[in-house]
Each structure stands twice: as C-alpha cells, then as structure tokens.
C-alpha cells in the first residue's frame, strides 16, 4: 500500500465529535454564533426533506450521543490504493485488498448487511466472495454484526481476540441491542421485554494474541491488543505503513468510552500510551466511529484525558 493516494475527504467531512457511549466521549462544541445559526437555519428550510438525518447528525445539539443505526452514510470510498471504507459516518467498515483476497475490518450492523455493506462492496468494485478474513476489533453487535453472513456464505475466517470472543458467547446480562445501543450493545444479553432481537454473533474461529502477526498474501497486520472498552478490544496496524485502525480504543479528543468504570479507564490510558503513543507520530489513526486523527494530534493530550477522568 502506498499513500500516494490517500483521499481524506470522506474522512475528514466526518463530525468533530461523534461516537458518544460506543466511542469517545468528546467535550461539547460552543454554540454557534448567531450568524452561523442564521445560516444553517436558511439551508435547512431550503433542503426541506433532504439531508435531514446530516442535519440531524451533524447540527443537532447532541454531541455526545452514540452511534446511531441510521447515522448519514458514508458514501463508500477508495482512501488508499487498497483500503476502503464503508458503512456508515457512525460506523465504518474497512476493506483491505491483498493479493490474496480482501480482509475486512469490522462488518457492521446485522440488519445493514443488505442495504449498507454488501452494496458498498460492490460500489467499489469489490467482490464480497474474495472476502477471506474479517477482524473485528471487538466484540459489540454494531462491529460484529455483518461476519456470519461471511462465514456462512463464503468460509470467511473470522478473527478475533480471545477475551471478546467469550464476551459474544456469554454477553453480560442487560446489555441488548436496544436497551444500550451506545454500547454498541453486546446484544445478545438479557434485553428487557420490548428490545429487538440482538443479532446471532459469528462462530468462534480465530482466536487472536496480542503482538502477533497476520499475513494475507502481500499484507501484514499486527494485532495491539487494547482493554478497556471491552476486554478483547484491539487495534490493527497495516505493518511498515503509518496506519492503524483503532476500533472503539482512541479516537480525536480523547480513548474510547469505559463506561465511567475507573478500573477499565485506567487500564485503556495505560495500555494507549505504552502501545499506541509509542508509534510514530505520523501515524493516521481511523477509528470505527467517525473522524480519524493522528497519533501525534492526540499524544499531547493524554494528560488532560487523565484528569478529566474520560
Ligand atoms: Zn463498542
């Protein structure tokens, strides 16, 4: 991969402040000025029914709020020569192509697999068959949710870390799809009466350490394991190339959410500035939710993280 070709546009158009409960806990924008609002109020009488839900994600007075099924789509896009993102500005799906097939970082929502990831495949020329791997950064329902399909269809491997691959298979009670969806909803739990049905998760197929190496064809991952958000959460960098798709682990302004647990707060700061803060500071940093940053953006700010407790 090279990055001659790098596009930031669909990336950088995403909000400052995004993710809520399932990924970063932002601080509030200030209000905009008069003007400003004068202006956004003008082009939204204009657009009428149009571009409602972009105006809802984007204007709206919610910075902190989660991840939303019908968050704005993405328009599927080439951002390297081999790296794709799909999905929606909400939650992004990765596709890497190597000479050996495609892998995929993250699937999605279950109930979008038909309207939003298998034609984004195809919007960008990419043929779902050729998916070989899927490896999801952790174990919440909006990240897992499109990998049976795979694994079903096309014998797609399905990769994991050990600690999340538990947590699909025995989801902690209350944690239903609807009751918590900023969670991400490990979905299978014991959703109260009324939630829908949390999507079955992939079967159990490979169980991923930290530090180790993937290799698919002419690509080479490395898995970081970072707890905190979840147990097994982790982050995937592209070897000898200054990318690394941070899952729900660290994102612009601040680590992924933990649920105001101190324990697990501490464990992600610890493990983000002795795992991820080591790399260089050039490395671009896509989370699954929304906008993507730099490590060296982010680096300086770990301090002020810490005491702000999120
Ligand atoms: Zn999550």
Redesign the pocket.
């Known amino acids: 991969m090279t990055l001659g070709r790098w596009m930031p546009v669909v990336l950088l158009l995403l909000p400052a402040v995004v993710a809520g409960q ?2 970063r806990q932002g601080a509030p924008a200030p209000p905009d000025s008069p003007e400003v609002t004068r202006y956004v109020d003008e082009a939204r009488a204009r657009a009428g029914a149009d571009w409602k839900s972009a105006y809802d994600f984007f204007c709206t007075a919610e910075p902190n709020r989660a991840n939303r099924p019908d968050d704005p789509l993405l328009e599927p896009s080439r951002i390297f020569d081999n790296v794709y993102v799909i999905g929606r500005v909400g939650t992004a799906v990765f596709a890497i192509t190597t000479s050996d097939g495609i892998v995929l970082f993250d699937a999605g929502y279950a109930d979008q697999l038909e309207t939003v990831l298998r034609p984004g495949l195809k919007a960008v020329g990419l043929d779902e068959a050729q998916v070989k791997y899927i490896i999801l950064g ?1 174990g ?1 329902a ?2 897992f949710g499109g990998a049976p399909y795979f694994q079903q269809k096309y014998g797609t491997r399905v990769a994991m870390l050990g600690a999340d691959w538990d947590l699909v298979e025995n989801p902690p009670p209350g944690r239903g799809a609807a009751a918590n969806p900023g ?2 909803g490990a979905a299978r739990g014991a959703a109260p009466a009324g939630a829908p049905p949390a999507p079955p998760p992939p079967k159990r197929d490979l169980v991923l350490t930290d530090g180790q190496t993937l290799t698919v064809g002419d690509e080479t991952f490395r898995i970081i394991a970072v707890p905190g ?2 147990p097994g959460s982790m982050c995937f960098k592209l070897v000898d190339q200054p990318v690394l798709f941070s899952g ?1 682990t660290l994102f612009p302004g601040g680590a ?2 933990t649920e105001k647990d101190a324990n697990r707060f501490k464990q992600i700061i610890e493990q983000i500035d002795r795992k991820l803060f080591v790399l260089p500071p050039d490395t671009i940093v896509m989370p699954g939710h929304g906008d993507d940053t730099t490590v060296g953006t982010e680096r300086p700010h770990l301090q002020e993280w810490i005491d702000r407790g999120w």
């Open positions: 399932d990924g952790h919440h909006d990240h969670s991400g958000h979840t729900d992924g959410n």
